[in-house]
């Protein structure tokens, strides 16, 4: 017996099988769950059908989160063919890379707008339309993906960060809004895991370095790690969790900095002024 049997959701946002989203995916399915997926275009169902076929999924659907005619119609197609609704993992975010470089102030309107948009917003449009299926359910889990730039200035990530801000902002809002009903709402920060995605942010592999020396357990999150996470806040097993930034990053959100990373940047300094 699996902690996710007879449990049922939905994974917006899984793009391939080394992602943060998949290594949840992957936990639930072990666990028993049913899912359904979507995905962002045609171009990403290459991607994304075959891990839904993997996990048989018994519904794939193309989605445009920022369309609300698109997050509505995967909501009624998911209700035609599940019974239940246990759970959301909100997975999606997206900037174009330009506004991830260089100086945050110069961020475009434009920019900043499909980010909010893509990255937040769809976080409100998902849980409007998953309140009443999880209600009739008894209650369930929406999860969002978020990460440490949300609270700190983040080399390469500028306005990335103001939008995880902005949806750990409206996670607390909607859970206040949404607990009457059972319904629970977290976020799952994980700290720097080698996905596709993370190839996009510049000095990534300082960061990996970084969170190395900096973390208690002096390691990055594997994406098992950061999957068994996932897998907890979405079952029952957090059932009395709502409200919560929940990290995965082996202890660096809770250190300043470590001795290592101390010497570290100091011997850099050194070698800098002997230059």
């Keep these: 017996m699996g902690i996710m049997d007879g449990k049922k959701g939905i994974i917006f946002g899984v793009s391939n099988k080394f992602g943060i989203a998949n290594a949840i995916a992957e ?20 991607r994304v059908r075959p891990i839904a076929d993997s996990m048989n999924a018994k519904l794939c659907l193309e989605c445009d989160v920022t369309k609300d005619e698109d997050v509505k119609k995967v909501f009624e197609e998911y209700q035609k063919t599940y019974d239940r609704l246990d759970f959301v993992i909100h997975a999606v975010a997206f900037a174009n890379k330009e506004d991830l470089m260089g100086d945050f102030y110069t961020t475009t309107r434009e920019g900043w707008d499909l980010a ?28 969002a993906l978020t990460y440490l730039g949300s609270t700190k200035a983040v080399a390469n990530y500028n306005i990335m960060g103001v939008a995880k801000a902005a949806l750990e902002s409206s996670m607390r809002f909607i859970a206040a809004d949404l607990g009457k009903f059972n319904i629970r709402c977290n976020c799952l920060s994980a700290g720097p895991v080698k996905t596709m995605a993370a190839k996009g942010i510049g000095g990534f592999d ?36 709502t ?15 470590s001795l290592d990373e101390m010497e570290l940047m100091c011997q850099t300094q050194k070698e800098t002024a002997n230059v």
């Design 27 to 46: 936990q639930i399915y072990k666990e028993g769950g049913e899912i359904a997926f979507t995905y962002a275009n045609e171009a990403m169902e290459k």
């Design 116 to 143: 909010m948009h893509v990255s937040a917003y769809s976080l409100l449009t998902m849980s409007k339309y998953a309140k009443p299926q999880m209600e009739l359910t008894g209650g369930g889990s929406i999860l």
């Design 206 to 241: 300082r960061m990996l370095k970084a969170n190395t020396l900096k973390a208690p357990l002096k390691r990055t999150p594997s994406l098992e790690d950061v999957g068994k996470a996932g897998l907890y806040l979405a079952s029952d097993l957090s059932s009395g969790v």
């Design 243 to 257: 409200g919560e930034v929940h990290f995965v990053d082996c202890g660096a959100h809770s250190v300043f900095a």
